[in-house]
């Protein structure tokens, strides 16, 4: 599986930004796909996961409420849509694949097995 994240981009405070992962290979349905994101100085982290079949959502607390996380099976995506957003969500934003069935462990960084290249978002106060 190949992954290719888009959709960052500068905004203000407040405002909106929908990311989205293209992933390539047959496989695509049965991987569980995860969003990740890495400021400057700090450690990766964990944002929004979604299960193949869509139906069991996880967010870390900082951003429940404000990022929803969606996938398309037949458009290969998934996306991120963010809004609400603040300063503090500046970072780079990943997105990942793993084929863990258990869904505790989506909040792990290494339990993924395929990344994407990252997508710079940069919040304005």
């Known amino acids: 599986v190949q992954l290719q994240a888009s959709g960052g981009g500068l905004v203000q405070a407040g405002g909106s930004l929908r990311l989205s992962c293209l992933a390539s290979g047959r496989t695509f349905s049965r991987y569980a796909m995860g969003w990740f994101r890495q400021a400057p100085g700090k450690e990766r982290e964990f944002v929004s996961a979604?299960?193949?079949?869509?139906?069991?959502?996880y967010y870390a607390d900082s951003v429940k409420g404000r990022f929803t996380i969606s996938r398309d099976i037949a458009k290969n995506t998934v996306y991120l849509q963010m809004n609400s957003l603040k300063p503090e969500d500046t970072a780079v934003y990943y997105c990942a694949a793993t084929r863990d069935p258990n869904s505790g462990n989506y909040y792990y960084s290494d339990r993924y097995d395929y990344w994407g290249q990252g997508t710079q978002v940069t919040v304005s106060s």
């Open positions: 979604i299960t193949w079949s869509g139906t069991k959502i």
